[in-house]
Structures are given as structure tokens and as C-alpha cells.
């Protein structure tokens, strides 16, 4: 059995700031959890750092907030961003393009509204625990394909 706190005793004194950042128990035991990459769980430890709890919808992966957290290739973020698209641990708010980052929200928290910055998803009142559905491993498919051959030798 579980002890009660004392009264008055604020359990979040405890931690240096006062703040944390809260990912589900049952999340980091589901399946999925266990065959994400160390890239994706380290965005989402990342991601976890842009997080107010007033914000979710509104985290920025682009490679210059990033490259300040360590990442070192484009490449295995975009590997990283897609996967946990992937098991829907996070999902686009808003879709990037010129001058515009892809805007990400955690599908265990609600997504949130601030005003004056719309996105292309609403509001919601409840999490999408959209990360509990059961999904094939993940697998990396690049965008484009290269149309030259290998080693500049066309298979004959």
C-alpha cells in the first residue's frame, strides 16, 4: 500500500526548478516504446525541453533548434521525426514549408491553443492516445530515390 503524502508537503519542491516533464507509464512500457530507435527517444527528450504544458502543438524539431541540442545530421532527424510520426508519439500540428517549420504535438497530452499562431489541427479537449494502437516496426523510406545506377554502371 501506497503512503499519503503528509499534508502540505509539495512533492514538486523536490525537484530542481519546479517543473518536469511527465511521459506515461504505460507508453514507455508499450511495445512500440521498445522498438523506437535511441535517435527517437532522444527527440523526444528534446522535444520534452520546448514543452510548458501550455504549448503541445507547438514544438519545433528544425534542424537550428536541434543542431543546439546536439544533433548532428539532418538526416537522422528527419529518421527520428518520421518514426515517431510513425508510432504516433507525436503527431504535425503544422505542415512546414518556405519559412514555415513542421509544428509537433504529443499525442499523450491535449494539444493546445494559442492565440494568434493557428494551426492547421484544432484544439482539443482530450488526448488522441493515438500512440496505443498497435503498429508494424518502423522503416525508413527516404523521399526520393536516386535515378542514377550504382557506381555510374547501367545493370545490363
Given at each position: 500500500?501506497?503512503?499519503?503524502?503528509?499534508?502540505?508537503?509539495?512533492?514538486?519542491?523536490?525537484?530542481?526548478?519546479?517543473?518536469?516533464?511527465?511521459?506515461?507509464?504505460?507508453?514507455?512500457?508499450?511495445?512500440?516504446?521498445?522498438?523506437?530507435?535511441?535517435?527517437?527517444?532522444?527527440?523526444?527528450?528534446?522535444?520534452?525541453?520546448?514543452?510548458?504544458?501550455?504549448?503541445?502543438?507547438?514544438?519545433?524539431?528544425?534542424?537550428?533548434?536541434?543542431?543546439?541540442?546536439?544533433?548532428?545530421?539532418?538526416?537522422?532527424?528527419?529518421?527520428?521525426?518520421?518514426?515517431?510520426?510513425?508510432?504516433?508519439?507525436?503527431?504535425?500540428?503544422?505542415?512546414?514549408?518556405?519559412?514555415?517549420?513542421?509544428?509537433?504535438?504529443?499525442?499523450?497530452?491535449?494539444?493546445d491553443r494559442i492565440e494568434g499562431r493557428p494551426l492547421d489541427v484544432g484544439a482539443t479537449?482530450t488526448s488522441s492516445n493515438a500512440w496505443d494502437a498497435p503498429l508494424v516496426p518502423f522503416?525508413?523510406?527516404?523521399?526520393?530515390?536516386?535515378?542514377?545506377?550504382?557506381?555510374?554502371?547501367?545493370?545490363?
Amino acid at each position: 500500500m501506497a503512503r499519503k503524502p503528509k499534508p502540505g508537503a509539495d512533492r514538486w519542491a523536490d525537484i530542481k526548478g519546479g517543473m518536469a516533464f511527465v511521459v506515461p507509464v504505460q507508453l514507455t512500457r508499450h511495445e512500440s516504446w521498445r522498438l523506437m530507435s535511441p535517435w527517437a527517444h532522444k527527440l523526444v527528450a528534446d522535444l520534452s525541453t520546448q514543452y510548458t504544458g501550455y504549448n503541445n502543438g507547438y514544438l519545433c524539431a528544425a534542424w537550428t533548434l536541434m543542431k543546439k541540442r546536439g544533433w548532428k545530421s539532418r538526416t537522422t532527424l528527419a529518421k527520428a521525426c518520421a518514426e515517431l510520426e510513425h508510432y504516433r508519439v507525436i503527431e504535425r500540428t503544422q505542415q512546414g514549408g518556405r519559412n514555415r517549420p513542421n509544428l509537433y504535438a504529443f499525442t499523450w497530452r491535449r494539444i493546445d491553443r494559442i492565440e494568434g499562431r493557428p494551426l492547421d489541427v484544432g484544439a482539443t479537449l482530450t488526448s488522441s492516445n493515438a500512440w496505443d494502437a498497435p503498429l508494424v516496426p518502423f522503416r525508413y523510406r527516404p523521399k526520393f530515390r536516386s535515378s542514377c545506377p550504382l557506381n555510374g554502371l547501367e545493370s545490363q
